[in-house]
């Protein structure tokens, strides 16, 4: 288990929900990543690389809502600037994306 935090640190986390618009193969990346577009509604379109190439299709990704963090800094992944993190729950042989179980809309606050 990751060290106890407050709940003031915690809240300064905001997570979103967003559909994916496009994804392709990063290229560039060290380990095998997509690059995922995702649309937060009225926040605007963000990018990300996401290590998903094991358990996810680019044809089954398009369309699928997400959630991320957008508030951490800019990270740049190969030669690509990553303006989100999106979340799942990770073991050794899966990675499986979090997301609502009903459409909601983009750029709705994940509490």
Excluded: H, W
């Amino acid at each position: 288990m990751i060290k106890d935090i407050n709940f003031d640190d915690f809240s300064k986390i905001d997570i979103r929900v967003g559909s994916i618009i496009d994804a392709y193969l990063n290229k560039d990346s060290v380990k095998s990543a997509f690059i995922l577009i995702i649309d937060f509604g009225p926040l605007g379109i963000l990018k990300s690389s996401a290590q998903l190439t094991k358990n996810y299709k680019v044809e089954n990704l398009l369309g699928v809502q997400v959630t991320a963090v957008i508030n951490l800094p800019v990270k740049q992944i190969g030669k690509v600037m990553s303006s989100c993190l999106v979340l799942a729950a990770v073991n050794q042989q899966n990675t499986t994306l979090i997301k609502p179980s009903k459409k909601v809309l983009n750029g709705t606050i994940v509490a």
